[in-house]
């Protein structure tokens, strides 16, 4: 039994020396750097893609001092609002206000504009005019007098008169100072006022047709 175990560590110990010696020389260049330079210090290099990579200069490679010295823009951890986002969002919605606005005044002025044309004002803020006054005449008759040329002669009666009492009337003339007479034809006569607020108005009045009496058979 002695012998067995003897030689069992003569043999582990044969192992062992062989790993240190394998392991020695694997890592030769760690423990023995400068052999292995005078070695490779006579050598001559032939290949000459080597000596062109040999040829070329060296990278100048510089590093930051710390990081203190490098300022990132902006913190991809911090979630809070970029101010520059903010200040453009906040210009956005004044603009977009200002537009509303601006398009709700020329909405209430077009509004104005269409209520004064419904109600008949010239201007707005001025009150509107009275209506002209009403032309209390029928058109009854008219005559031609052959030697006169200007034109036909207009017979007028007053509206309501108990006895009424025709008034002839010619182009130009004036009644109750407040017509004046525009033009006569056989079917109508045209009316104008001496009111300046009405100036370029007119009316027509038209012609009575005469009533015809008669029996029937």
Do not use: C
Not at 88 to 117: D, M, S
Not at 152 to 178: M, Q, S, Y
């Amino acid at each position: 039994m002695a012998d067995a175990g003897a030689s069992r560590q003569r043999v582990l110990l044969l192992v062992l020396l062989v790993l240190v010696l394998v392991a020695g020389w694997w890592y030769r260049d760690v423990f023995m750097p400068r052999a292995v330079e005078r070695k490779t210090a006579g050598l001559t290099i032939t290949d000459p893609r080597i000596q062109l990579l040999a040829q070329l200069p060296d990278i100048p490679v510089h590093r930051t001092g710390g990081a203190e010295e490098y300022t990132p823009k902006r913190n991809l951890f911090d979630f809070a609002p970029d101010p520059v986002a903010l200040e453009a969002e906040k210009r956005r919605r004044e603009k977009q206000k200002k537009l509303a606005q601006e398009r709700k005044k020329k909405e209430q002025e077009r509004r104005a504009r269409a209520k004064v044309r419904k109600r008949g004002d010239a201007v707005p803020g001025k009150k509107s005019l009275p209506p002209p006054p009403s032309f209390s005449y029928t058109y009854v008759g008219y005559a031609r007098p052959v030697a006169d040329e200007r034109g036909f002669i207009a017979f007028l009666v007053k509206k309501g008169a108990r006895t009424p009492h025709p008034i002839a009337v010619r182009v130009g003339d004036i009644v109750e100072e407040k017509f004046v007479v525009k033009r006569i034809d056989l079917d109508q006569v045209v009316i104008g006022y001496t009111d300046e607020r009405y100036r370029g108005r007119t009316k027509a009045v038209k012609l009575v047709p005469k009533r015809t009496s008669g029996k029937k058979r």
